[in-house]
C-alpha cells in the first residue's frame, strides 16, 4: 500500500537550533517526494522537490531534504530555525504525472513549534 | 501572478443545502484536484482531474461531485452536505513534472 508517515506529530525547538523532521514512504514506483508548509490559516506552499538526481536537494527558507531510499525516507532541516517557521510541515509522496493521476499521499503532517 | 483562486474561504451551512465551492487557477494546468484537510489525516484526495471533461475519484470522494467544462475552473460541489463533511477543503492544479499549486483554502461548517 502506498503512504507516507511522520512520526512526530508536534515537535518543539529553540530559537536558532537545528531541526529535523522526518518522513518515511511506502511507495511501488519511483517516487516524486515533496516537503509542503501550511502557515495558520495559509494554503500550503512547497518546500522543495524530488525528482531525480542529487539526493540531497535544497528548498526554500533554508531548508533542505534527503533521499534515502535503502531507508524510504525523505527528512527535511534545517541548520538554525527562526520563529517564523513554525508552522505545520507534510511530506507527501506521488508518480510520474504523464499517464497517472499526478495523485499525492500527504502524511498527516508535523506541527513545529519554535520557542524564543 | 501565479495563482489558484478558492472561494468561499470561509462557509456555514446546514446539513442538506446544496452548496458550491469555487476553484479557479490562471497558470493553463491541465490537472486539478480537491482535497479535504483533517486533523491527524493529512490531505485525502477527493476528485481529480486530468483535463478538461475528465474527471475522477480520489479516495473520498462519497457525498461530493465535480465537473470540468473549462480548462481554469475546477468546482466542487456538495448536493446534500452532511456534518462529517466540516472540513477544510483545498484546490489544487498542476502540470506536467510540476509540483502541485494550492489555493488558499475554504473551511466549511455543516451544522
Known amino acids: 500500500a502506498q503512504s507516507v508517515t511522520q512520526p512526530d506529530i508536534h515537535i518543539t525547538v529553540s530559537e536558532g537550533a537545528s531541526l529535523e523532521l522526518r518522513c518515511n514512504y511506502s511507495?511501488?514506483?519511483?517516487?516524486?517526494l515533496f516537503w509542503y508548509v501550511q502557515s495558520p490559516g495559509q494554503g500550503l506552499q512547497l518546500l522543495l522537490k524530488?525528482?531525480?538526481?542529487?539526493?540531497l536537494v535544497q528548498g526554500i527558507k533554508g531548508f533542505e531534504a534527503e533521499f534515502k531510499r535503502s531507508q524510504s525516507s525523505f527528512n527535511l532541516r534545517k541548520p538554525s530555525v527562526h520563529w517564523s517557521d513554525a508552522a505545520e510541515y507534510f511530506c507527501?509522496?506521488?508518480?510520474?504525472?504523464?499517464?497517472?493521476?499526478?495523485?499525492?499521499?500527504f502524511g498527516q503532517g508535523t506541527t513545529l513549534q519554535v520557542k524564543p | 501572478e501565479a495563482q489558484v483562486t478558492q472561494n468561499p474561504r470561509y462557509l456555514i451551512t446546514v446539513t442538506g443545502k446544496k452548496l458550491t465551492v469555487t476553484c479557479s487557477q490562471n497558470?493553463?494546468?491541465?490537472?486539478m484536484s480537491w482535497y479535504r484537510q483533517d486533523p491527524g489525516l493529512g490531505l485525502r484526495q477527493i476528485y481529480y482531474?486530468?483535463?478538461?471533461?475528465?474527471?475522477d475519484k480520489g479516495d473520498v470522494p462519497e457525498g461530493y461531485k465535480v465537473s470540468r467544462k473549462e480548462k481554469r475552473n475546477f468546482p466542487l460541489i456538495l448536493e446534500s452536505p452532511s456534518p462529517n463533511q466540516t472540513s477544510l477543503y483545498f484546490c489544487?492544479?498542476?502540470?506536467?513534472?510540476?509540483?502541485?499549486?494550492f489555493g488558499n483554502g475554504t473551511r466549511l461548517t455543516v451544522t
Open positions: 489544487a492544479s498542476s502540470s506536467n513534472n510540476s509540483p502541485l499549486h
Open positions: 497558470m493553463n494546468h491541465e490537472y
Open positions: 511507495y511501488g514506483a519511483t517516487p516524486y
Open positions: 482531474s486530468m483535463n478538461v471533461e475528465v474527471t
Open positions: 507527501a509522496v506521488g508518480g510520474a504525472w504523464l499517464g497517472n493521476t499526478g495523485k499525492l499521499i
Open positions: 524530488y525528482f531525480s538526481g542529487d539526493t
